[in-house]
């Protein structure tokens, strides 16, 4: 039933991301995004048990993007049913970190992305109040009542907030009882505050600290170590020019689609890179279909090409695997080196999610000894030419084949959100991208 409703939440956030792409594609030109945004940092939390280790850490990647109806900041996106001046309501999606000792969170997977609805009532330009109902995965409810105040200058932006949260009995009896005591419905409180600072042009550093109050019910159960919680988040990455007027209002990079099969390998990127690749003894092999929405022009100044590519895969049966769907959500950079004949080299940075592990990812991992993890870490590494500039076709000049590799994996067992594991799996495949 989980496996089914995560499946669910997944198909349906996909489903809102390819509205992105269907406003540009109608366009002449693409419109150049509200916000957008690709990060990698280190998330440090107190664990609020006794237990003899007292901190957790994760490394998270983090996406963003605001454009029209749909947007991602970080562990939160949504969709915008209805947006006017002083009310919003959308239909969102979070993930929650449950913190405990790394290593049991291999096997004791309960983060997880929580969805519900809000809605937002904008007090001022630089001040709201979020009303939220959220469910997660079991059915178990909690609300927030959330205000947050803006403060932007030419370096800065700082965002203070303050969290009313009210936790049903079976939220808060499975992720503070532990499902061994009973707090029942209670409220906590949180306050924090994020950051982002200008480095220069597309580099920012950001962060966030919270401090989480837990309820007297809470805080008195014999296994809780502390009526408080703080936790920090540090990093850095690309964003959209800060500049004023740097930013164009539509771009010259055009959407495209991309359909991709691929091979299944068991050998790692650095052998793929050189040479040295395996055949996958089952032939374990995938069809992909990714949407390219371009996000900016230039990155640094220099013409590399950024877009935001959700994706939608279908891992094909064999005799040791059932049909696989797998959804991924990613930004990607190309450059493109116009000599001998136009051709490029991309990487993108993202997440997947599958509603069951492929065979060759399961062995791997079953090899190590981990529990597979439905939710990874992505990476798209690629190379393509120009069909129409090989062939001195105008009309496919807009039509690339390219190889790429499609790797999915755990971040060297840094994350708790990808099951704190190490590894994952590897497909070749080979693609025509058309760019409209």
């Known amino acids: 039933m ?17 509205s992105v792409w269907v406003s540009p594609v109608a366009a002449k030109k693409a419109e150049a995004p509200k916000k957008w945004g690709l990060s990698m940092g280190l998330r440090y939390a107190a664990i609020p048990f006794k237990t003899e280790q007292d901190s ?12 029209g109806r749909v947007f991602i900041d970080g562990l939160t996106g949504g969709f915008r049913f209805y947006n006017s001046d002083k009310w919003q309501f959308s239909a969102i999606g979070r993930y929650r970190f449950f913190d405990i000792p790394a290593e049991y969170q291999n096997q004791i997977r309960e983060d997880g992305l929580d969805v519900g609805g ?24 909690h609300a927030n009542v959330i205000t947050k105040y803006r403060y932007a200058s030419d370096l800065w932006e700082v965002e203070p907030f303050f969290r009313l949260r009210w936790k049903s009995d079976d939220f808060n009896n499975n992720f503070y009882g532990l499902g061994i005591a009973e707090p029942n419905n209670a409220f906590d409180y949180q306050i924090g505050g994020d950051f982002r600072y200008h480095v220069i042009s597309n580099l920012y550093i950001i962060g966030q600290a919270t401090l989480t109050i837990l309820d007297d019910k809470t805080r008195n159960l014999e296994f809780i170590d502390k009526g408080t919680q703080g936790a920090v988040f540090a990093g850095i990455g690309f964003y959209n020019e800060k500049k004023p007027n740097s930013q164009k209002t539509y771009l010259d990079s055009k959407p495209y689609l991309r359909l991709a099969h691929g091979w299944a390998t068991p050998s790692s990127v650095g052998d793929i890179f ?139 067992s840094t994350s708790s959100a990808f099951g704190r594991i190490s590894g994952g799996s590897n497909y070749n495949t080979v693609y025509l991208q058309y760019h409209f």
């Open 118 to 141: 809000q809605l937002k009532y904008r007090i001022t330009d630089y001040w709201d109040v979020d009303f939220e109902v959220l469910t997660e995965e079991r059915g178990y409810v």
């Open 56 to 67: 957790t850490y994760d490394i998270v990647p983090l996406i963003f993007y605001d454009h």
């Open 274 to 412: 050189t040479g040295n690749t395996r055949t996958d003894e089952f032939d374990n092999q995938l069809t992909s279909l990714f949407l390219g929405v371009p996000l900016s022009d230039t990155l640094f100044t220099l013409p590399i090409n950024v877009y935001l590519t959700p994706g939608a895969v279908y891992h094909h049966s064999s005799e040791v695997q059932n049909s696989i769907w797998e959804y991924v959500l990613a930004v990607k950079f190309y450059y493109t080196v116009k000599w001998p004949t136009p051709w490029r080299i991309g990487f993108a940075e993202g997440v997947s999610y599958m509603n069951e592990v492929s065979c060759i990812e399961r062995q791997y991992m079953e090899r190590q000894g981990y529990r597979p993890s439905e939710l990874l870490n992505y990476l798209d590494f690629s190379f393509d030419v120009s069909l129409g500039h090989l062939f001195n076709q105008k009309a496919i000049e807009e039509l690339w084949l390219g190889w790429s590799v499609h790797h999915r994996s755990g971040i060297f």
């Open 2 to 18: 989980q496996t089914r409703i995560r499946c669910l939440t997944f198909s349906v956030l996909f489903i809102f991301s390819l």
